[in-house]
């Protein structure tokens, strides 16, 4: 590759917080040097690329997207979410092992990391199972799939509910420095549920999921994490009591993290509707005190990431009445523009929100992403955070198109992406390298 010089950009660091007008060189995959405030000199035979003000920063990191890969590839397959990721500005995914079959064994990890050097054009980094089949009962071998290349361990959209079985697989992660990845919720609170439990599901005649589906099972996580001693992440928290929870945990000095879906920062219950089925989700969308709670903890640090929640459904499971769609909905294309909403209304600056959808995500995975510096990965995205526009469903990439935000306005997108140094996404209306 010739190297590539990206001039007149407004850099933002998410690692180090920093932000200004800078410079940045790539060359063989990796950023050779950033100048703030100066222009680096151009190698010979360099290619320039005028960033036209707009920011660049760090690639997203999304801790939690569903793959159809294998077994489901009518859903989604690893090319045509890694195409959607770009166009979002994500450079890096975690695929969920709820695949057929599902990821619990090295040669599953194995064909999923192959088949996305084959056809992703994005880093598509696999989780496996916790336990055999998403059973809930059998462990898997920690082990031999840390060294197939599993970046973390997750029953997906099943919680491990028996406490004895999740109190050996936070100590065989401890002892692996494994990291265990948990859905907060209590399948028999939830019940026949369908929505969040208030006003609102009374009104529309549903069946309601109480609040305490979440914190009951994330107290006794955060209990068993303490006795164990092991990392614990909460995939996606909802609700106030949640925070105050997760707040706890962190004063306590336990090694506790945990993310927040999108869709809960930047939607509530109303926007159901009538039965709007794309906003039939897991966690569900929550009352708007809950949603301006989380805000508030993702504002102070206190929710670490940001993640799309991406899982695509047919229209066979969707096209259907409420109570009887699946949960689920695309995410990794929208990541970035729903997100930034948060920064439009002033309710989070724009380097504390990139902190979260990238340098943070990295941190918790062990990974070298999410940061702008000598040495680090090219793995950049140029956004435009003003652009508006008007969310066409039929102009996604993913396989699926059940988005909660079809036909709605969003402000800001994804302009330029870039992994290893390689352009993989560009707008049709951006400049051309020179």
């Given at each position: 590759?010739?190297?590539?010089?990206?001039?007149?950009?407004?850099?933002i660091d998410p690692?180090?917080?920093?932000?200004?007008?800078?410079?940045?060189l790539l060359r063989e995959g990796r950023i050779a040097d950033i100048a703030w405030d100066a222009a680096p000199g151009a190698p010979e035979g360099a290619e320039i690329l005028d960033c036209a003000g707009h920011?660049?920063?760090?690639?997203?990191?999304?801790?939690?997207?569903?793959?159809?890969?294998?077994?489901?590839?009518?859903?989604?397959?690893?090319?045509?979410?890694s195409a959607a990721a770009a166009a979002g500005g994500v450079t890096t995914l975690v695929c969920m092992p709820d695949t057929n079959p599902v990821i619990d064994g090295p040669a599953i990890v194995d064909f999923v990391l192959r088949r996305a050097r084959d056809t992703a054009c994005i880093h598509v980094l696999p989780s496996a199972a916790i336990t055999k089949g998403l059973a809930?009962?059998?462990?898997t071998e920690f082990g031999l799939l840390a060294e197939a290349g599993a970046v973390a361990f997750t029953d997906g959209l099943k919680a491990v509910t028996n406490a004895q079985v999740m109190r050996r697989a936070l100590t065989y992660a401890r002892d692996f420095g494994a990291l265990l990845i948990q859905h907060v919720e209590e399948p028999d609170l939830v019940g026949d549920g369908v929505m969040n439990e208030g006003e609102m599901a009374s009104r529309l005649g549903l069946l309601g999921i109480p609040r305490e589906a979440e914190t009951v099972m994330l107290e006794r996580d955060i209990r068993l994490a303490r006795l164990t001693g092991a990392r614990y992440h909460a995939a996606m928290i909802s609700c106030a009591d949640s925070v105050e929870i997760v707040r706890r945990a962190k004063q306590d000095?336990?090694?506790?993290?945990?993310?927040?879906?999108?869709?809960?920062?930047?939607?509530?219950?109303?926007?159901?509707?009538?039965?709007?089925?794309?906003?039939?989700?897991?966690?569900?969308?929550?009352?708007?005190?809950?949603?301006?709670?989380?805000?508030?903890?993702?504002?102070?640090?206190?929710?670490?990431?940001?993640?799309?929640?991406?899982?695509?459904?047919?229209?066979?499971?969707?096209?259907?009445?409420?109570?009887?769609?699946?949960?689920?909905?695309?995410?990794?294309?929208?990541?970035?523009?729903a997100a930034l909403r948060l920064v439009h209304t002033g309710d989070i600056a724009l380097p504390k929100l990139l902190r979260a959808l990238s340098a943070r995500p990295a941190e918790i995975l062990g990974r070298e992403a999410g940061r702008l510096a000598a040495g680090a990965p090219a793995d950049l995205v140029l956004i435009d955070p003003d652009v508006p526009y008007l969310l066409?469903?039929?102009?996604?990439?993913?396989?699926?198109?059940?988005s909660p935000f079809d036909e709605a306005r969003l402000q800001g997108a994804a302009v330029l992406t870039i992994v290893a140094g390689r352009i993989v996404h560009r707008a049709h209306d951006f400049a051309e390298v020179a």
């Open positions: 590759m010739r190297p590539l010089l990206l001039t007149n950009a407004r850099l690692a180090a917080g920093r932000e200004g007008r800078g410079h940045l920011v660049l920063t760090a690639g997203l990191v999304d801790m939690r997207a569903f793959v159809g890969e294998p077994g489901a590839e009518h859903r989604e397959t690893l090319a045509s979410a809930g009962h059998e462990m000095g336990l090694p506790v993290t945990c993310g927040v879906s999108v869709n809960n920062l930047v939607l509530n219950e109303g926007d159901i509707g009538h039965y709007r089925t794309f906003c039939r989700l897991s966690p569900p969308l929550r009352h708007e005190t809950d949603r301006l709670a989380v805000v508030a903890a993702l504002d102070e640090g206190l929710i670490d990431v940001v993640v799309s929640d991406h899982n695509p459904q047919d229209v066979e499971t969707k096209r259907l009445p409420f109570a009887e769609a699946a949960d689920g909905a695309l995410g990794i294309e929208t990541l970035l523009g066409d469903k039929r102009t996604l990439r993913s396989r699926s198109k059940n």
